[in-house]
């Protein structure tokens, strides 16, 4: 069975940075796409970023408010999955899950995850 533990979430002044970690067990880390999802108070969970598996080419994706200032990366070695998060907003705010995919290649539906871990909260200050 698959776990996914997230680290990294805080308290940040906008225009700040942070950086979450996703560590998966299990042997299967290298071989599926990974996602970020957010979640803010009142609204629904939603697309951040993903990444596909390495050997592919390790394409990537986001959603268009986060382009540009996210970075989505993975270390097969580690198991893990990392989201770097600069020029933060009060925006952004929100309970960050990581997620495992299903499939190889990047997807920005929720369906497409099988896997999912408790999230960070990540609360940038104005």
């Known amino acids: 069975q698959v776990q996914l533990v997230e680290s990294g979430g805080g308290l940040v002044q906008a225009g700040g940075s942070l950086r979450l970690s996703c560590v998966a067990s299990g042997r299967t880390f290298s071989s599926a796409a990974m996602g970020w999802f957010r979640q803010a108070p009142g609204k629904e969970r939603e697309f951040v970023a993903t990444i596909a598996i390495t050997w592919s080419g390790g394409r990537t994706y986001y959603a268009d408010s986060v382009k540009g200032r996210f970075t989505i990366s993975r270390d097969n070695a580690k198991n893990t999955v990392y989201l770097q998060m600069n020029s933060l907003k009060p925006e952004d705010t929100a309970v960050y899950y990581c997620?495992?995919?299903?499939?190889?290649?990047?997807?920005?539906?929720?369906?497409?995850?099988?896997?999912w871990g408790q999230g960070t909260q990540v609360t940038v200050s104005s």
């Open positions: 997620a495992k995919g299903a499939y190889s290649g990047t997807s920005m539906a929720e369906r497409d995850y099988n896997v």
